[in-house]
């Protein structure tokens, strides 16, 4: 059973272009949670996403940052007009059941550097 | 609101010493409790969490942790490490209320296991 998978891994983009990152989640996992890592700083919740709803999106910035999870395919978080603030690791993670105590699983991650 | 303080960003350890890695929480509800672990350049792995029940939790690897209401604490323990312990370790909290909570993360802790 393949664990969560990301791509790419890497990304490099200079400012103001857009970045698109993609998360396949577990088979039979259809909650999906994005995460931002700064260096020397914890995750940061950024968006939580059921198939083709997106149900909390508190943790994302207001503007340029995007998220979606269609009925086929894997989740998507593309971010618009890149600024070196973006600079970070990016982190999927999905799990089966809504309930609170519910193990996430994570995938590998996008390091996205914006020049 | 939920938080978590782990106080320690780095803890160097010789092998097969024991290792204790703080992490306190606050919440002004019941909750859940989470250690995952951070290979470098690699998504996070649960090492245990902490439902209900015993307040002793064993996870994977050798880990444990003993969940403190009092003090709002979930220390992580391990009576020997090894070099491959070498990695990062984040504590992080979920309310225990039922449904969709969002997870929130520690700060992190480095552990460097010196041969």
């Known amino acids: 059973n393949a664990g969560v998978m990301q791509n790419p891994r890497h990304l490099v983009r200079r400012r103001g272009q857009e970045a698109r990152l993609r998360c396949s989640p577990m088979?039979?996992?259809?909650?999906v949670y994005w995460y931002r890592q700064l260096p020397e700083e914890g995750l940061k919740f950024m968006v939580y996403?059921?198939?083709?709803?997106?149900?909390?999106e508190s943790g994302m910035p207001k503007e340029r940052f995007s998220a979606e999870f269609p009925k086929e395919g894997p989740s998507i978080l593309r971010i618009q007009q890149v600024v070196r603030g973006d600079s970070a690791a990016y982190f999927c993670?999905?799990?089966?059941?809504?309930?609170?105590?519910?193990?996430?699983?994570f995938g590998p991650g996008t390091r996205l550097l914006v020049l | 609101a939920q938080s978590v303080t782990q106080l320690d960003s780095q803890v160097p350890v010789f092998e097969e010493a024991p290792v204790e890695l703080r992490c306190n929480y606050s919440?002004?509800?019941?909750?859940?409790l989470f250690w995952y672990v951070q290979y470098p350049n690699q998504g996070l792995q649960l090492l245990l969490k902490?439902?209900?029940?015993?307040?002793l939790v064993k996870g994977i690897n050798g880990f444990e942790a003993e969940f403190n209401k009092s003090q709002t604490s979930f220390h992580l323990r391990k009576p020997s490490v090894h070099i491959s312990d070498t990695a990062e370790y984040f504590c992080?909290?979920?309310?225990?209320?039922?449904?969709?909570?969002?997870?929130?993360f520690g700060t992190g802790t480095k552990l460097q296991v010196i041969p």
């Open positions: 993670a999905s799990s089966p059941l809504l309930a609170g105590g519910e193990t996430q699983y």
């Open positions: 088979k039979g996992h259809s909650h």
């Open positions: 996403l059921q198939k083709e709803n997106i149900i909390d």
């Open positions: 919440s002004s509800v019941s909750v859940y």
């Open positions: 902490y439902l209900s029940g015993s307040t």
């Open positions: 992080a909290v979920t309310p225990n209320s039922g449904g969709y909570q969002k997870v929130t």
